[in-house]
């Protein structure tokens, strides 16, 4: 199959990229680089021993997108491309519904100009918002907090809505927890610039040396330790889910949802060990008041995809902090600065 993957050269869509190419697809890469590297790409193919085609291009130009989608013939596109920042979103609240809702718009009409009507996109936890009890299954309530975790619901929606105007199409909506982690060759991983804002990336930066201490954001929430828990996924795990939904996709028609979660939460003292243990130092820590917007606790109930898909996530924390570790050391400063 010929997949185009728009976001392709940023931190899931890279990873996802390499299963594809595993697994004998074609990958068109799309991406504007706004917020990723090209040297991505080119470790992908290192780590695969295959080539993609990749268009520096942005959702936001509808000719440029009509041209790739009507020229390159897909199969299916997985739709990464989005701007991701929480606190971001908060203080451009435009650019987020520009990016976010204009670029899918434009990238939807492409699709159906081309005829190219199977489409899986990234959607996000945050859709649950708080949620009353735990685990989460697909079947919960809906809301946004935040402009991103807004457009992620408007998304959502649109696709249902143009699911219900013409049923050829298939769709996938992934909710995906928290992905961490990193490819075992330490060639591709999360690369986020400036200062990390998710733990995970805060806290490798913290084991290389680039920051001084992880500030974890309270420890009065009602957890076991105080300390949020999260799921956290392995980001090569929530890339396979990628290619089980494809095929699923294009087995039976439909719009599906599906959860990518592991169903087992970590606090955030947790995840601060396994990495220690992973990088055989000391993480320094400091207790700082709560995150305005963090909720206490989130997990998912991943059921759905294991009797559908046959997926359910197989790495553990101590792969994931491994990973991590294994590709922040063997690229202290990212792609771009080596
Ligand atoms: P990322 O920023 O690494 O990748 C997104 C890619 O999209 C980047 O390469 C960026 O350059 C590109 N892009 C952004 N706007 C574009 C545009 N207008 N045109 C073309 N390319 C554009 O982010 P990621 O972590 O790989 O996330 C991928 C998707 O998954 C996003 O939609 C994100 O909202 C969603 N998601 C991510 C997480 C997470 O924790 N990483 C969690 C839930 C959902
Ligand atoms: C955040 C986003 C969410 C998005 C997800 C993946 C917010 C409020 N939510 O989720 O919408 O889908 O990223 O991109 O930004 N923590 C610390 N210290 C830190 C960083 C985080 O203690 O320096 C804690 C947080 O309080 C939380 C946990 O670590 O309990 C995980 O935080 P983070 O990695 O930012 O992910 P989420 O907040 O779950």
Redesign the pocket.
Known sequence: MKIVVTGGAGYIGSHTCVELLTRGHEVVVVDNLSNSAKESINRVEKITGKSMDFFKADLLDKNAICQILSRCRADAVIHFAGL????ESMTMPLTYFHNNITGTLNLLSAMARAGVKKMVFSS???VYGDPATLPITENFPLSA??P??RT?LMIEQILQDLFRSDPQWHIALLR?????GAHASGLIGEDPRGT????????SRVAIGLLDR?????ND?DTPDG????DFIHVTDLACGHTRVLSKIFSSPGLVIYNLGTGRGF??LE?IQGFERACGCTIPYEI?P??P????A?WADPSRAKKELGWEAVRTLDDMCRDTWNWQKKNPHGYARL
């Open positions: 991701k920042a929480v606190g996000s936890a945050t907090t935040n991103y975790g992620k995906y927890f928290n992905p961490v990390p804002n998710n733990l995970v990336p805060y806290i992880v500030q974890v954001f309270g929430y300390t949020g828990i999260r606090s955030v995840m700082v709560r995150r917007g963090d909720i206490a989130c």
